[in-house]
């Protein structure tokens, strides 16, 4: 999970503190009554009074009913380009459809026309992080808490630009004041995890992590009528009763999280684990004789549940007590069909580098993380006597139909069905280079050399300013030095693979 900043559109209260011209009118006050009727005569009219339209737009905008909220952000544009509201709410709009640049300008406009108006700088700050704009996103957030500064959104928006830009103890800082305006909120409380986990401050870190199923958006850890009455595992044993362990977040974080599995069988706990269909037959073979669900009809009988990513707090984990991954054991048919496919499409001889270059497009960070083929394959290539084998699933395989570099390529993705394929072709490599996705989790567990290509600030889970892992001890990982540069990680993992001996 990343870091959410908020993105709000102006609220019942700012809009009421303007004259009531921007009043949102809720579904349950009823009809609007004779008075601001006869006012609206008064108002500029676009079909109907503007400040009903605006709260029309409004409330569907915060509904995520998009497609009722553009046509009248549209049309409020186009006959009132000039005003301020009308702008602020047409660049919300813009930004929730992925329209981003045109979001920035109209909220540019926006802030000319108002430019001491607080939640409009808060907002531009949140559009300018995402389109990289780092310091453009920082003065405007500052500039925001300056002229709010009892307002905890805009403080964690700020402590989310600091983060991005490097600046962890700003961040950290940024946090904290936005956590005791606020003590219920709940990004505010996970950007302090983000912050203490990745400065390797896990006592506090963990407990702090506990808010990220509070997060707006995140939905929860399973269905709410199992979840009704059962509570969450404090760590002791329940005697009979049995433990629903439950494989949360991404396949990266189920893989991390799962060597915690054998400590809560060894308390003498009864435990059965949920996971997704993606991961159960790696989650199967590692632990035949767990009990395994794929579909909640199963996990009806259970006393408890502990999310797996729960377990490193109730274990006590600090950098230095980090249990051991646990390795897969790799289905012996796979392993030898994958080498006789690889020996007869890589010439004899050559180094055999498998690659990643894109995770899921909709993790919330994917665009920090992630590259493009033509970004990654070229540094590499260059290096004399070795063949890339792609690895890249979804969307981003595609690019492998462009790709024209010097060492061969072949694309082993297309004929991986599963993670068993994963794990049985990362036993034919001699190597991996990836981003930060479930990949470099795979090779981690096993114990395979891999190299991990990190944005300019990681996920917490690599930490800060080092080049190892103690949760993976055959990662490598290279670092960008600036945010969006991926020149010096590549250049240094090319030197790094031209300098590797014959056979290593």
Excluded at 61 to 75: C, F, K, S, T, V
Excluded at 277 to 298: H, K
Excluded at 313 to 332: K, N
Excluded at 402 to 409: M, T, V, W
Aim: net charge neutral.
């Amino acid at each position: 999970m990343q870091l959410l900043s908020d993105i709000q559109v102006e609220d019942r209260d700012a809009q009421l503190a303007r004259g009531g011209q921007l009043a949102v009118m809720h579904a349950s006050a009823g009809p609007p009554s004779a008075a601001p009727l006869a006012a609206a005569a008064a108002q500029p009219m676009v079909a109907m009074p503007l400040n009903l339209m605006l709260g029309i737009a409004t409330r569907a905008e915060e509904a995520g009913r998009l497609d009722e909220a553009e046509p009248i952000a549209a049309h409020l544009l186009k006959a009132m380009p000039e005003d301020a509201r009308v702008l602020h709410l047409a660049g919300i709009v813009a930004f929730r459809t992925e329209r981003r640049s045109l979001a920035a300008n109209l909220l540019e406009r926006a802030v000319a026309k108002e430019p001491r108006n607080g939640l409009y700088l808060r907002n531009i700050s949140e559009m300018y992080r995402v389109l990289g704009r780092l310091d453009d996103a920082l003065a405007a957030a500052r500039r925001a808490v300056a002229l709010q500064p009892g307002d905890a959104a805009a403080l964690h928006n700020e402590a989310v630009i600091h983060h991005e830009r490097g600046e962890i103890e700003a961040g950290l800082a940024c946090s904290r004041r936005a956590a005791l305006l606020k003590p219920d909120m709940p990004g505010a409380h996970f950007a302090i995890a983000e912050a203490q986990l990745l400065r390797g401050e896990y006592a506090e870190g963990w407990e702090e992590y506990e808010w990220r199923f509070r997060m707006p958006g995140v939905p929860p850890l399973m269905p709410l009528v199992l979840q009704r009455s059962r509570p969450q595992w404090g760590g002791r044993t329940l005697g009979e009763g049995r433990l629903l362990l439950i494989g949360d977040q991404g396949f990266g974080d189920v893989i991390q999280f799962s060597r915690y599995i054998p400590w809560v069988i060894a308390k003498g706990q009864k435990a059965m684990l949920a996971t997704s269909n993606e991961m159960e037959p790696l989650m199967r073979r590692m632990f035949p004789a767990l009990p395994i669900a794929t579909n909640w009809d199963e996990c009806t009988s259970f006393a408890a549940y502990c999310p797996l990513s729960g377990l490193p707090r109730l274990h006590g984990t600090r950098i230095d007590t980090i249990p051991p991954p646990l390795p897969f054991p790799v289905d012996a048919d796979r392993a030898a069909m994958w080498r006789t496919k690889l020996d007869l499409a890589v010439p004899e001889g050559l180094r055999r580098v498998g690659i990643v270059w894109a995770g899921r497009r909709s993790h919330r960070n994917d665009r920090n993380r992630s590259m493009a083929l033509a970004t990654l394959a070229p540094p590499l290539a260059q290096v004399p006597g070795i063949a890339l084998i792609s690895l890249q699933k979804g969307d981003a395989a595609a690019e492998v139909a462009s790709y024209e570099g010097r060492a061969p390529l072949v694309d082993a993705a297309r004929a991986i069905t599963d993670y068993e394929d994963t794990v049985a072709i990362i036993a034919a490599l001699d190597l991996v280079v990836t981003v930060d996705t479930s990949v470099a989790h795979i090779a981690g567990a096993m114990g395979r050399p891999a190299w991990v290509l990190l944005p300019f600030t990681s996920d917490w889970r690599w930490l800060r300013d080092r080049a190892d892992s103690p949760w993976y001890p055959s990662l490598r990982l290279f670092r960008q030095v600036a945010p969006a540069r991926w020149d010096e990680p590549l250049a240094a993992a090319a030197a790094a693979l031209e300098a590797l001996p014959a056979g290593a």
